[in-house]
Structure formats: C-alpha cells, structure tokens
C-alpha cells in the first residue's frame, strides 16, 4: 500500500512570488535610498569580492520606474504560468509586497520632477514645464542635489522633446499599480480562502 503523496502547504507553495516581490522590493527601495543621497553610492564596493560599483541616480531616475513595471510585469507572468496547485497567499502580505515596488516607482517619478532641471537652472526651472512644453529641446539634466563634476556630466540626456520623459515618468507607475492589482486579483481568485492555522 502505497503513502500518498506529501501535501505541500500553502506558505510553501507561495514563497516563490514571494520572493520575487521581496527581491524586487529590495531593489526598488535602494534605487530609492540612491536618488536622495546619491553622493554616498557614486562609488561603492561590494564586499569579499572588492567589485567597484558606481550607480549614477539620475540614471535611476530615468529608467527606475520603467524597470520597476517591466519587473512587475515578469512577475505577473510567471505567476500566470506556474503551477498554482499549492500557492496561498494572506491577503495583507500580498498586498504590501505588492505595494512597495509601486510606492517606489511613484517616488522616483516624483524625484524626477523634483531633482531634474537644464544646467543652471535648478532654483529658476519650472517643473511642470516638463509635462507641458512640447517645444523644450533635448537636454542633458543637472541633478539638483550636491554631486561631482564628473557625476554630473554622466547624467543622461533626455530625449526631443523632454516631455516624453516625463509623461512616461507619470504612466509608468500608473502601469505597475495595474499590473500588481491584476497579479494580486489572479492569485485570489485562483486561491479566494487562505487557511487559517
């Protein structure tokens, strides 16, 4: 007679979203920490390796957000194609792991507008122009925060016009809170009652 197979519970059915989240968390909450305090992370080293890292904010600035939706969509997916046979997931711990990389990418947008503006002009620049003016030419943005020179001339361009850059700066959180509700809503739906212990 044969035993029947284990039954595997639902926390270990669920760490691998899980997972996901948290490491996506993680990240997003460094790129974060980097744009406020950039000059601490213009050259950092990666312990017991001794790898020189150099993370430039206004690159995150720049591409934070839409990395940080382009990762919720390659959750979304995978959560789509796996095996949900054994996944449970407590409502309020998918919701926060949800919501920070959300909250991130709403952050770093706001910092684009904040901390961006043509060289020279950071106390006069008026921000909204970004969103508003379609005739601004392409520019190379000063961060508006104390760095080196040399930092300062590694900043990308932004692209003709500049609000572009900026209306993707508004959509691209907009995208990642879409994605993770409809992520959170096909998880309980495939699962609607988590079992209590």
């Not at 949900?84 to 709403?106: D, F, K, N």
């Not at 900043?155 to 990642?176: D, K």
Request: glycine content about 4%; charged content about 15%; aromatic content about 10%.
């Amino acid at each position: 007679m044969s035993d029947p197979a284990p039954q595997q519970s639902p926390d270990a059915g669920s760490a691998k979203p899980r997972r996901h989240y948290l490491y996506l968390s993680a990240c997003s909450i460094v790129a974060c920490v980097v744009v406020r305090a950039p000059s601490i992370f213009e050259e950092g080293k990666i312990p017991l390796i001794d790898l020189k890292l150099k993370l430039n904010a206004g690159w995150l600035l720049v591409f934070g957000p839409l990395l940080i939706a382009c990762a919720i969509a390659a959750i979304t997916y995978l959560h789509r194609t796996a095996d949900h046979s054994a996944t449970g997931e407590r409502p309020i711990a998918g919701i926060v792991a949800r919501a920070i990389p959300c909250l991130a990418a709403a952050f770093l947008s706001l910092q684009f507008f904040f901390l961006f503006a043509p060289k020279g002009q950071c106390n006069t620049f008026p921000r909204l122009s970004l969103l508003t003016d379609w005739q601004l030419e392409a520019f190379q943005p000063e961060y508006c925060m104390s760095l080196s020179a040399e930092t300062q001339t590694q900043m990308p361009y932004l692209l003709s016009p500049p609000a572009l850059n900026a209306w993707a700066q508004v959509i691209m959180p907009l995208i990642a809170i879409c994605l993770a509700i409809a992520d959170w809503r096909f998880v309980h739906r495939q699962h609607p009652a988590y079992p209590q212990a």
